[in-house]
Structure formats: C-alpha cells, structure tokens
C-alpha cells in the first residue's frame, strides 16, 4: 500500500535558525506534494503543492524564500522552514499524492518543529 | 473560494451511541472529492473515507458516509461509538481534478467516554 515516510519526527531549534524536513512515498509514485502545516490549534494551512515538471505553487502568506522546496523526483521531497520564529511552530505534514488513486493524499507522520 | 464546516469544537459520546459529525461545503466545481480525515493522538492525519459519487455510501472501518451533491454535505457516522473513535475528524474538499490540494474543515474532535 502507500506509504509515506516523514523525517525528522520533531526539530527543537534556537529562534533564528533553519529546520530542513524531509518526505519519501514508498510504494507509489508521488505525482504532486502537499506541504501542509497544523497549528497549534489544530487547524491546517496549505504551504505549497508541488507537482513533478511543473513549477511549485505557494499559497498566500507562504514564500519560497522562507520555505524553499525540492521536489527533484517521484518519491522524494524535502521543505525548509528558514530563519524560524515562535509563529512557526507546529506540525508539517507532507501529502503525497498517489497517481492511481487520484486525489486522495497520504500523509507522513509530520515534521513538529519547536522553538525556543 | 472553497470551503469547508464541520461541527464544531467537541463532540462528546457515551459508548455505544451513535456518531455523526457534520460536514458542509462550498465549490464552484460540480465534481468535487470529499474526504474525511481521522487523527489520532500524537499522529498524523489517516484517510478514513473518501467519495466523488452522488448520493452513494462509502463505508469503511465501521464509519460511513454519503456525498450528497445536492444538500453540499458529507456527514461521518457509525451506529455504535468505540473508546477508540476518541480523536480529531477532518473533513476535507478537492475541487479539482488532479491538483492534490485539499481544503481542510476546522476539525471536530470527538471524545468516547465508557
């Protein structure tokens, strides 16, 4: 079945600094790539999709350069959170979509990121 | 723009009730995907249920759903709640073939007590 792999499971980081997180689809091949990141309250907020050969498309209020992307083949993906503040912190979640499945996201274990 | 409301905030059960969390939306596409979303403690969010058929059950685990087109809903139920159901419901729409973006509702957590 789909799999997606997500790691690091949970980043501590010093305010300022840079957490890079990474996702892997086993077992399928991941024709887009959700970002996705869940707040502290729980609600989620879309960060980017990215879709092999097609340029990655960030939602409003997040930018390449703070979260910069990599999506270089069908299984692999990996997003930075640059220059971390207290704002950032949650829950990343990559979503890898399954091309036989069609719209239906997987989701890796999340990325939670801590600062301090 | 897309949207998605579910009931809010806590649902609270005794064991054994019957479970249903609501769930609208809005989109200007008539074939719209819906999905709900299942997350567990400290877990990241599980495909519980997904339908684009109108007015067809889709069950799974002891939970069903029906996409209803013509009311925008796709309520979660299950006859009988379990101390396991305890977590977080997500109800989530994509409008749009082939984009792999999801709009998520705001979440409806659900606590079984014994």
């Known amino acids: 079945g789909a799999l997606v792999y997500q790691y690091p499971r949970r980043t501590i980081c010093k305010s300022g600094t840079s957490m890079r997180m990474e996702c892997q689809a086993v077992?399928?091949?991941?024709?887009?790539v959700a970002w996705y990141r869940q707040s502290p309250q729980k609600t989620f907020e879309l960060i980017a999709l990215?879709?092999?050969?097609?340029?990655?498309?960030?939602e409003q209020n997040f930018t390449q350069e703070k979260f910069p992307i990599s999506h270089p083949n069908l299984s692999f993906s990996s997003m930075t959170v640059l220059n971390a503040y207290l704002e950032d912190r949650g829950l990343y979640l990559c979503?890898?979509?399954?091309?036989?499945?069609?719209?239906?996201?997987?989701f890796g274990e999340g990325s939670r990121l801590i600062v301090v | 723009g897309d949207s998605v409301t579910q009931t809010e905030g806590l649902v609270t059960l005794t064991e054994g009730l019957p479970v249903m969390l609501n769930c609208t939306y809005q989109?200007?596409?008539?074939?719209?995907?819906l999905f709900w979303y299942v997350q567990h403690l400290n877990e990241s969010p599980r495909l519980l249920l997904k339908?684009?058929?109108?007015?067809k059950r889709t069950e799974h685990q002891g939970f069903h759903a029906t996409l209803h087109k013509s009311s925008s809903s796709f309520h979660l139920q299950k006859s009988s709640a379990q101390l396991s159901d305890s977590a977080l419901y997500y109800c989530?729409?994509?409008?749009?073939?082939?984009?792999?973006?999801?709009?998520f509702g705001q979440g409806t957590k659900l606590s079984i007590k014994p």
């Open positions: 979503g890898a979509r399954d091309r036989i499945s069609g719209n239906t996201l997987y």
């Open positions: 077992g399928f091949q991941a024709t887009s």
């Open positions: 990215s879709t092999v050969n097609s340029a990655i498309k960030y």
């Open positions: 989109t200007i596409y008539s074939n719209p995907f």
């Open positions: 339908s684009f058929t109108d007015n």
């Open positions: 989530a729409l994509s409008g749009r073939y082939n984009q792999g973006k999801l709009i």
